[in-house]
């Protein structure tokens, strides 16, 4: 259940306050060059304290790789890695130990589990993304390395319903509130034919592989909810060849994929975020007794999960690329 | 890669016309009442035919069970059925032969597998999502006999940006084009505790399930991204008890699901479909030597899919619910 | 539960008396030329009524292909098929309906399940291994087809602890009663580099398929159980080089497979094989209401598995192979 | 390929000289009383430098858990851990650095994967091992609090074909060689009912998890081997009732799987090991470039893999088992 990936694969572990966070890269070939450097850098990009923006938390974030790479180069065996949790004070959750937070997993997880680890979400926060970065710049890096040029560009589109994106997040954080918004990425480069049919289809992984990022509530890709409201004679993308004979569409409403396989075009998408379920104003809740209580959250918290989501974004979409690379090498014979 | 579900497995096959379609049921529990008659009910919904909004295709759609049901019950063993293809024409498909039809996957097909069964679309036709409705409907049998009041009801909330279903589905038939729209679906009685944490949320696995149907473009569930103009304040969920002592919430923006479990509310989501590929209009492409030419299908074809995919969308949900049930049956000791 | 491979699968279902048989081959690449002939001719040697040494049931086992296949080519997707059950007398079972068979899966099954499909030993029945050698077949195709020249080669070593085989079986025929046996099988042909370290090893995979051929009791490779009175020295394979080059050992001890990959030379191993269960004799067991009662079979039956078990021993090592083929493909960048 | 298990899941990495070893356990139920000190007994009896037996190599093997444990108890979440290797001495392999050792997997890894981490065997090192002790003590303590009574007991049944134990391996390691042997376990307190039918036998699953073990050479269960020169009339475990009404069988050369299903006898089964590869005598081999060379390998060695095999053959037949006791939890509804 803490699998993701086919061949490509990522299996992790770890919860906000506990040891640490790691995890299991497996089905990465040999041969990749381990730019370590790099990995560092995306997980930088995630982890907060970075800019007004996010919360003052100050995690380090220190990947450690245990395992699979020797001399610099993945040697095809799993890759082991962890990282350590150095900086998490649990007694600012002691106040919520048997308090269900609004919108939170607290509920879901006692009922789910029996009990729960309470402190700071246990591995219902959005700690455990680290991981995720870590696997998708391996990805990222894989990619690279057999020859194909292919970017992963997301960023914020708007949050709050304004595309001031700066501005909106400081104004709610300066309530005591929180926004929500929209991601959008691009990607480039990844040739026609990567995909699989029927279940497994691209834009499906894609989805399945950005809901599954803390506060996400949709996903479109192509025209997506925007084509609801067209005609077909509008929005069909019309096949002509290029000047390098190649076959390509004159417009992109497919959003690159077409029958849930890659055609060459770019691939783009869209992931809505909730508002941060956090907030820093007294909420009635109930209790793991049923009771109504007050409560009062205190602590460093994010306003908007946006600013550090753009980087779990791209490595979510990097690794579903490395799979998808992974497993069309075997279309033909 | 033609198998969706962990415990709860369908894995199917068939072509638009080739001999037929079918697949295999594995993992449902010893002991439940096949109703053959609710499975053909549920496929009848599916085919078309059935009004002057869908295709004048008759396709019988008759389901054949082969194996895993012994004296009206399932034996636990793995059920095989088949639907065969009676009332294919594939002539019609002669002069599609080598075009790439705009916003189909022939072109994709084509690159990925180095040729491709044209007739029909082939596996990329619509017509496999009949063994989704089989599979959907012994999930939701399933689900009935463990005692669980659980629905699941899909229905058309727009087409066309508009409300009027009916009308603008004719009105884009008489112009020889298609039109897109959004499929609504409420599910209730889903206990607290069924989904996975991190990847295999219920919400991913619903996206997932949903964007793998054809023509889909977008998910999203609970406030979706319509909550993405929100303050964390205006749609935390507050938690309270009810009359029957139970953890209820006040509102429901969540959409039933919390850090990707469910929390005992009633769970709801959005699917957007864009407008059908295939238009009576002709159209420019290119065939598979890269030559402009111009297409003019003929044939029967439906003008919107969302009249036939609201029992896909259903069978789907049932499908994804069925796994989860057996899933969390495993979460405590 | 009832899939075999990890990227080219077997998914099987029925029972021995009802309606067919069948199964889903996914994840065959595009492009093999489907030799139904072949297919068809493997059936035959497993399906009784061959000879002398075996029932004289005479079961058609006609496989039809539903899906999957175009202008004789695999398509890269599922390749759907049924075998339909036509010469089944079912009323031979009536007087089995509540007894529990010695050694077979009659008591098992009712318990794990609540009850069973008790015709013919219904899923228990080794009438389900006709679907392993239709997709043994189609991978032994595919790997004759990318240029790879692997032989397997199966034959019954002993039976009843002799080398006179068909004297042996038709002794114990005579007697009413039954024998076991070993089956040996070499592969020749396998490059250096398949399977995978740990849990995948080669071995591990060969050992598993062979241990789920119904009867299996044991299996070995290399100098296997003969080797535990060995010291080392006696048993290593000395590396040295052939005339072309090549690294191969001067004797094969490993069996063709080191630290669970192959290593270029000849694999081989062996099967035990219990006597069939079915005895035509009297014999003591207790029924469903834990009665003691006398069971007297009747019928068309072995009295030896093994003539018709070679087939499916090498179509569940081709399985294997075809699947360690496209895993090794992604070993390397 | 580095996970072991359906639901109950191991996913392991790590090399022998690498920073450390370690590994994921998924799909524990919440609820398990973690022993910590059990687990640590339980790794103290693989690691070398027990007994004059073993290796002089003093591997500490602390485990470290870094999640999936609150107050004592398993979560439901991931149990990740790891193993810091400590006290290696990576430059007695500097000699083996371009020589491919005889019967050990120098070779094949190279070939597989262009190069190979030299230092110790890498991933192909029984070191990994212990990654399986761990998650196989976590198993067992799984299997007890749910109130089962089960025992899994391995002894050495033979080495070098002798029972003489101690002396035999005492002997060999004087001459600087290695024997191999038999491990027997027995398995008591499985209920009738657990195992799947054709592919997932239970016997098959465990078959495969012992070959998956260092130097095994082969499984058998029941009469095994020994069953191959027997009729059935003399092996046939004939069911009867025992004093509380249970059904029985009045003997057990089934070994306790009926059709790849418990039947609530005891479960037992053999492995067999070859010798050692290591030799601390001069061996002829060729190194990477071809070239004859004389190895003469040095460090600290076990002479028979057998008195450390022990606890390893029972934690991989508490994953089987574990992973079997919560797939019935669905068989029936």
Redesign the interface.
């Known amino acids: 259940?803490?699998?993701?990936g086919t061949?490509f694969?990522l299996?992790?572990?770890?919860?906000s306050h506990?040891?640490?966070?790691?995890?299991?890269i497996?089905?990465c070939?040999?041969?990749?060059l381990m730019d370590e450097a790099f990995v560092q850098a995306q997980l930088d990009r995630r982890r907060p304290g970075q800019s007004a923006l996010t919360t003052a938390r100050n995690e380090a974030d220190k990947v450690?790789?245990?395992?699979?790479i020797?001399?610099g180069?993945t040697?095809?065996?799993?890759?082991?890695f962890?990282i350590y949790n150095t900086n998490q004070h649990s007694s600012d959750y002691a106040n919520v130990k048997d308090a269900?937070r609004?919108?939170?997993?607290d509920?879901?997880?006692t009922?789910?589990?029996?009990?729960?680890?309470y402190r700071g979400g246990?591995?219902?926060s959005a700690r455990?993304t680290a991981c995720r970065v870590v696997a998708g710049a391996v990805a990222q890096l894989?990619l690279k390395?057999?020859g194909l040029d292919i970017t992963i560009q997301a960023q914020i589109a708007?949050?709050?319903?304004?595309t001031q994106i700066e501005e909106t997040i400081l104004a709610?954080k300066a309530?005591g509130?929180?926004?929500?918004?929209?991601i959008a990425c691009t990607i480039t480069g990844v040739p026609?034919?990567?995909?699989?049919?029927?279940?497994?289809?691209l834009?499906?992984?894609l989805?399945?592989a950005m809901?599954?990022i803390n506060a996400a509530?949709?996903?479109?890709?192509?025209?997506?909810?925007d084509?609801?409201?067209?005609?077909?004679?509008?929005?069909?993308?019309?096949?002509?060849?290029n000047q390098q004979?190649q076959?390509v569409?004159q417009t992109n409403?497919?959003?690159g994929?077409?029958?849930?396989?890659?055609?060459?075009m770019p691939i783009y998408f869209r992931v809505?975020?909730?508002?941060?379920?956090?907030?820093l104003?007294p909420?009635?809740?109930?209790n793991a007794q049923?009771e109504?209580i007050t409560l009062q959250v205190k602590g460093r918290h994010d306003a908007c999960v946006l600013p550090r989501a753009v980087p779990i974004v791209e490595s979510m979409a990097a690794m579903v690329l490395a799979d998808a690379y992974?497993?069309?090498?075997?279309?033909?014979?």
């Open positions: 259940m803490n699998t993701f061949l694969r299996t992790c572990f770890g919860e506990g040891e640490a966070l790691g995890g299991v497996d089905g070939p040999a041969g990749v450690q790789f245990l395992s699979g020797f001399e180069k040697t095809g065996t799993p890759i082991g962890v269900f609004p919108s939170h997993a509920f879901t997880y009922t789910k589990y029996g009990f729960r680890d246990g591995r219902s455990e894989m390395q057999v708007e949050v709050g319903g304004s709610a309530a509130d929180t926004v929500g918004g929209i026609a034919g990567w995909g699989e049919p029927v279940f497994d289809k834009h499906a992984k989805g399945a809901l599954s509530k949709g996903f479109d890709y192509g025209m997506g909810f084509g609801v409201s067209k005609r077909g004679s509008q929005v069909n993308d019309i096949f002509t060849t004979g076959v569409t409403f497919s959003g994929i077409q029958g849930g396989i890659s055609n060459g809505a975020f909730k508002p941060v379920a956090t907030l104003q909420q009635q809740t109930v049923g109504s992974l497993l069309q090498r075997n279309s033909k014979l």
